[in-house]
C-alpha cells in the first residue's frame, strides 16, 4: 500500500467550538506489519450521531477497536496516536478501563456468550465494580426499551433469531451506563424490517442522551439518522461534514475513491 493517503475533505466544522467528547489524533493501526489506519483525527461532540461509512476494508471497524482499545495487544496488533475522553487519555487503558470510562462497542457479529440466557448476556455488561450495585435497576431499563428481551430473558440467545441478538449485543452494552456507544456494521444481516426497528431504538437511546458512532456500509441509512459523517477509503477519513452539507455526489465519489 502506497505511504501517500488521500488527503481528507472537510465539509463543515461543528456548529460548537466545545471542548469534544472524544478526541482522536494522528491514530495509526497495524495489524502485524500491515497498516490499517492512517493518522486519523476526529473529533466527535456530545449529542452526536456520527456516521463512519465507507467500503468493506476501508479501516470502519479497526478504527472503533483501537477507541476501545483492543487493538492494543502487542506487536500484532498496536496503535500509535492520542485518543481522549473529555480530557482523560483512553490509548494507554486497557478495554476494561475504557469501559469504565464511559466508551463501549456494539461488535459486528454481536459476539455473544451464546450458550447464557440474554439475562446473564445483559448482566456480564455490568461487571465493573462502579454498575454492579445498579445492575437490577439497568435491567429493568433494557427490559423496558426492549419489550421482547423481558419476554425472553431465559432464553439461550443461540435460539434466537439475528435481530433479537442485535437486541441483545445492544442492550450489553448499555448496562455500563456509557456516555458514548460504538456501534459496529448495526444492519449487516438483517432484514430490512428489522433493520427499521434497531435504528429506532438507535433513535431512542440517543435521544436519552448517549453519543453514538454509527458504522455502516449502507450509506442512505447511515446518513438518514446521522447528524454528522465522515467517508472512510483506505484507512484514511476522505469526506467529513453533515448529511444537509454534503451531496450525494461527494459522498458516493469518497466512498469509492473517484474523482470528486
Same mark, same amino acid.
Given at each position: ?23 482522536? %489524533?494522528? &491514530? ?5 506489519? $500491515?497498516? *490499517?489506519?492512517?493518522? !486519523?483525527?476526529?473529533?466527535?461532540? +456530545? /449529542? ?54 464511559? %466508551?463501549? &462497542? ?5 459476539? $455473544?456468550? *451464546?450458550?447464557?440466557? !440474554?439475562?446473564?448476556?445483559?448482566? +456480564? /455488561? ?54 458514548? %456507544? ?7 444481516? $438483517? ?70
Amino acid at each position: 500500500m502506497a505511504a501517500s493517503r488521500p488527503a481528507k475533505v472537510t465539509a463543515a466544522a461543528p456548529a460548537a467550538a466545545a471542548v469534544p467528547l472524544l478526541s482522536i %489524533v494522528g &491514530l495509526s493501526a497495524w495489524y502485524g506489519e $500491515l497498516r *490499517a489506519i492512517w493518522d !486519523v483525527s476526529l473529533d466527535i461532540h +456530545a /449529542g452526536d450521531v456520527l456516521a463512519i461509512i465507507g467500503a468493506n476494508g476501508a479501516g470502519k471497524s479497526t478504527l472503533l477497536k483501537s477507541i476501545t482499545g483492543l487493538m492494543n495487544r502487542g506487536a500484532a496488533a498496536h496503535t500509535r496516536g492520542r485518543v481522549e475522553l473529555g480530557g482523560r487519555r483512553l490509548d494507554a487503558l486497557d478495554t476494561g478501563q475504557i469501559v469504565d470510562a464511559g %466508551v463501549t &462497542l456494539v461488535p459486528e457479529g454481536r459476539r $455473544l456468550f *451464546a450458550r447464557m440466557s !440474554v439475562e446473564d448476556n445483559l448482566l +456480564a /455488561g455490568a461487571f465493573l465494580p462502579r454498575v454492579r450495585p445498579l445492575a437490577q435497576r439497568r435491567l429493568a431499563e433494557m427490559y423496558r426499551l426492549f419489550p421482547k428481551l423481558a419476554e425472553r430473558r431465559l432464553q439461550v440467545v443461540s435460539q434466537m433469531s439475528g435481530g433479537e441478538q442485535q437486541m441483545v449485543a445492544i442492550a450489553r452494552a448499555l448496562m455500563s451506563q456509557p456516555r458514548l %456507544v460504538l456501534f459496529d456494521e448495526l444492519s449487516l444481516g $438483517l432484514a430490512p424490517a428489522v433493520v427499521d426497528d434497531i435504528y429506532r431504538k438507535v433513535a431512542e437511546i440517543h435521544a436519552q442522551g448517549t453519543t453514538c458512532v454509527i458504522v455502516e456500509q449502507d450509506m442512505k441509512r447511515a446518513l438518514a439518522v446521522a447528524n454528522r459523517v465522515c467517508v472512510m477509503l483506505e484507512g484514511a477519513i476522505v469526506l467529513e461534514g453533515t448529511p444537509a452539507t454534503l451531496s450525494e455526489a461527494q459522498i458516493t465519489a469518497a466512498y469509492f475513491g473517484t474523482e470528486r
